[in-house]
């Protein structure tokens, strides 16, 4: 079955720098890849995705970028401030026909210091 | 912070005791989820559902069942047969079947052994 790797498990910058999180993913069939951040003891949320029909995505200051033959992903975070310190997840999923499953890495715990 | 509701909030369980946990949804969603959440681990699928009547073991389904008799709800219910149950317990929905589609959490639900 699919399985998801996340790396680094934490991750401390300045606030300002970037952040880069990245995951791997084994099963090739694989086409889809959400990204959701959880806030400390808050529920997580879906904050950007990508289809494996596109290579990146940008929304603001996050972005993602899928590389479908070496199948790995990774979520971008620049000029990060404060409020984007949480937990981030990946995951990835094959969709059937009949319904399908969503994976997730094992996360990753970013903290930005003022 | 509506739309799906888990509950109780904590709750504790005595060696040898089934417990139910309680996922209730009304953004009228087919699909519904339970991820179990260990520190260091991510979020490992339970079970999921994609319709009514019909549900899917996830990759650690042993030592729990589930129902899902009607659209809205979908319980979770840890046996005795779990033998590390103490985790944060993670419900989700999505609008329809098939796993591309953007999660929609609960609050969650931590489990404690007494």
């Known amino acids: 079955g699919e399985n998801v790797e996340q790396h680094p498990s934490t991750l401390s910058v300045q606030e300002g720098d970037s952040a880069v999180i990245k995951c791997t993913y084994s099963?090739?069939?694989?086409?889809?890849f959400p990204w959701y951040k959880q806030e400390l003891g808050k529920r997580p949320q879906l904050i950007i995705d990508?289809?494996?029909?596109?290579g990146e995505k940008k929304d603001q200051r996050i972005a993602v970028t899928l590389n479908k033959t070496a199948k790995h992903f990774s979520l971008h975070i620049t000029e990060t401030q404060p409020e984007d310190s949480a937990v981030y997840f990946c995951?990835?999923?094959?969709?059937?026909?009949?319904?399908?499953?969503?994976?997730f890495g094992q996360g990753t715990e970013l903290s930005v210091k003022p | 912070d509506g739309g799906i509701t888990q509950s109780p909030k904590y709750l504790f369980r005595k060696e040898g005791q089934n417990v139910t946990l309680s996922c209730e949804q009304n953004?009228?969603?087919?699909?519904m989820y339970w991820y179990r959440q260990d520190p260091g681990q991510g979020l490992r699928l339970i079970y999921y559902s994609q319709i009514v009547n019909d549900f899917q073991k996830g990759d650690i389904a042993e030592g729990y069942s589930v129902s899902r008799e009607k659209k809205e709800s979908f319980p979770l219910t840890v046996t005795s047969a779990q033998k590390n149950p103490t985790a944060f317990y993670l419900c989700?929905?999505?609008?329809?079947?098939?796993?591309?589609?953007?999660?929609?959490f609960g609050s969650g639900t931590q489990l404690s052994v007494l």
């Open positions: 953004l009228n969603h087919d699909a």
């Open positions: 099963d090739s069939a694989s086409n889809y």
């Open positions: 989700a929905s999505s609008m329809r079947r098939g796993a591309n589609e953007k999660l929609f």
């Open positions: 990508i289809r494996s029909n596109v």
């Open positions: 995951a990835a999923s094959i969709n059937y026909n009949q319904g399908g499953k969503l994976i």
